[in-house]
């Protein structure tokens, strides 16, 4: 768990993703569309994806643990939590709050 919050806190926004994730493509599109450039870890195309996909779920993410998205270095949820927020407008000043953006 240790190493899933040291990578959710090395840039202002990360996303955990595996490559066929479809929803996790439309959330990596959702941040570059803002204008965010979010760390993205592919945990199939890492060794230690199993690892970090179960420290992941013990850091309260559910059962889909991807796509996994950290705004600031704090867990905000997943496709659908984040859907939530950009549709309600808080999505786009968390990431201005997290310097993610800068308008």
């Not at 990360?14 to 439309?26: G, Q």
């Not at 309260?60 to 996994?68: L, R």
């Amino acid at each position: 768990m240790d190493r899933v919050r040291d990578m959710a806190s090395k840039k202002a926004a990360v996303i955990f993703t595996k490559s066929s994730c479809c929803m996790c493509h439309s959330i990596k599109t959702l941040f570059y569309e803002l204008g965010a450039s979010p760390a993205i870890h592919e945990l199939d195309h890492d060794a230690n994806g199993r690892e970090i996909e179960w420290a992941l779920r013990g850091l309260g993410c559910n059962n889909q643990a991807v796509p996994a998205v950290f705004i600031g270095g704090k867990y905000v949820g997943s496709a659908k939590d984040v859907i939530s927020l950009h549709v309600d407008g808080s999505l786009k000043q968390m990431l201005i709050d997290a310097r993610a953006i800068w308008f």
